[in-house]
């Protein structure tokens, strides 16, 4: 996209070269065997590549802070989600996976701050964050939990 000015709903164009967008894609070996879980996933998976693109493209900051809304209103949705079925299941490493979920959720919520603040935009660093944050969890904490689930749903 044209960047016109640095008004202030204009984004910072990525600098020229720079590999600012990374796709991640869903698959199998994301699967924590919970289907509705990994539908959860696939979805967070998606909304994450439209902002990633969205910060690459150089999207206005309106913009991304609406993806951005959207990615954080669907993860605290997802983490209900996961904490009742870990709850209605008797999972033991429920207040831990929890704990985990209130931290990435702060972390989020620094991040919203920071788009509310005028003009700001998320950098491609902070997309990395959140990248790492998400592949993370899953890999870390989802992964044992629909273990567990997946036997005992
Ligand atoms: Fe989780
Ligand atoms: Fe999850």
């Known amino acids: 996209m044209v960047v ?6 204009r984004a910072h164009p990525a600098p020229a070269g720079e ?15 919970v289907p509705e879980i990994d539908e959860d996933h ?7 590549n439209i902002l990633s693109h969205a910060v690459a493209e150089g999207e206005s ?3 991304i802070a609406a993806v951005t809304d959207e990615l954080i209103a669907c993860t605290v949705w997802h983490f209900r989600h996961e904490e009742r079925l870990m709850l209605k ?23 919203q701050q920071k788009l ?6 998320v950098s491609s660093d902070e ?3 959140l990248e790492r944050w998400l592949m993370g969890h899953i890999y870390g904490a989802d992964m044992p939990m629909g273990a567990y689930l997946s036997k005992a749903m």
Do not use: P
């Open 19 to 33: 590999a600012t967008m990374k796709e991640l894609t869903w698959d199998q070996t994301l699967s924590v065997e």
């Open 42 to 48: 696939r979805r967070l998976v998606d909304l994450y």
């Open 4 to 9: 016109a000015s640095r008004g202030e709903h």
């Open 127 to 129: 997309v990395q964050f």
């Open 116 to 121: 509310q603040d005028q003009g700001k935009t």
């Open 61 to 63: 900051a309106e913009y």
């Open 89 to 111: 299941h008797g999972y033991d490493g429920l207040a831990e996976h929890k704990a985990e979920h209130e931290e990435l959720m702060a972390s989020a919520k620094d991040l």
